[in-house]
T-cell receptor, first 116, second 113 residues
Framework: AQSVTQLDSQVPVFEEAPVELRCNYS??????LFWYVQYPNQGLQLLLK????STLVKGINGFEAEFNKSQTSFHLRKPSVHISDTAEYFC??????????????WGLGTSLAVNP | EAQVTQNPRYLITVTGKKLTVTCSQN?????MSWYRQDPGLGLRQIYY???????DKGDVPEGYKVSRKEKRNFPLILESPSPNQTSLYFC????????????FGQGTRLTVV
């Protein structure tokens, strides 16, 4: 069964520094990949997604992610973070299940804390 | 505006008192789902629905019920809430099982005392 591992539960970083949030998944058969962000006291919103095509995906707020099939990874990056990027980030994988339906499998989240 | 609306946002209740959390979406999505979010456990799916009158269990369905009588609504029912159901609940909708994107409500913080 598919599993999603976010390798860091917490990432502290200084403002304007680059950041990488790491995500690995277990199976690359027919997967779609997502990063969601959850700001304090809010629901989740989509940052970016990979369905097919170019392995480098650009999302909102200056974030990007690279799909690496051989390493089954989908790491999220931003070259220069702002205080407002402080949030919880979730990696998710959509895979076909036995009933030929797609199901989202979620990582446990990475808490990004941007300090001044 | 495309959105998923949950009500209430906050709820404190007592053990055993039936409650319903409502969820409504205005995007004509076939797929809807309920999750609970707990510290250290991430998002866990409770129930989902592929279309009207079609519902199925997620990973943690015990103690919950759902119904899908209309496409836009997907209420979550706790017939006899217990303290271990204290959690943050999210409703989500999508075109097809999250294959392109899931849209989330703002969340309902439930406390059962």
């Amino acid at each position: 069964a598919q599993s999603v591992t976010q390798l860091d539960s917490q990432v502290p970083v200084f403002e304007e520094a680059p950041v990488e949030l790491r995500c690995n998944y277990s199976s690359s058969v027919s997967v779609y990949l997502f990063w969601y962000v959850q700001y304090p006291n809010q629901g989740l919103q989509l940052l970016l997604k990979y369905l097919s095509g170019s392995t480098l995906v650009k999302g909102i707020n200056g974030f990007e992610a690279e799909f690496n099939k051989s390493q089954t990874s989908f790491h999220l990056r931003k070259p220069s973070v702002h205080i407002s990027d402080t949030a919880e980030y979730f990696c998710a994988v959509s895979e076909l299940n036995a009933g030929n339906n797609r199901k989202l499998i979620w990582g446990l989240g990475t808490s990004l804390a941007v300090n001044p | 505006e495309a959105q998923v609306t949950q009500n209430p946002r906050y709820l404190i209740t007592v053990t055993g008192k039936k409650l319903t959390v409502t969820c409504s979406q205005n995007m004509n999505h076939e797929y809807m789902s309920w999750y609970r979010q707990d510290p250290g456990l991430g998002l866990r799916q409770i129930y989902y629905s592929m279309n009207v009158e079609v519902t199925d269990k997620g990973d943690v369905p015990e103690g919950y019920k759902v119904s899908r009588k209309e496409k836009r609504n997907f209420p979550l029912i706790l017939e006899s809430p217990s303290p271990n159901q204290t959690s943050l609940y999210f409703c989500a909708s999508g075109i097809f099982g999250g294959s392109t994107e899931a849209f989330f409500g703002q969340g309902t913080r439930l406390t059962v005392v």
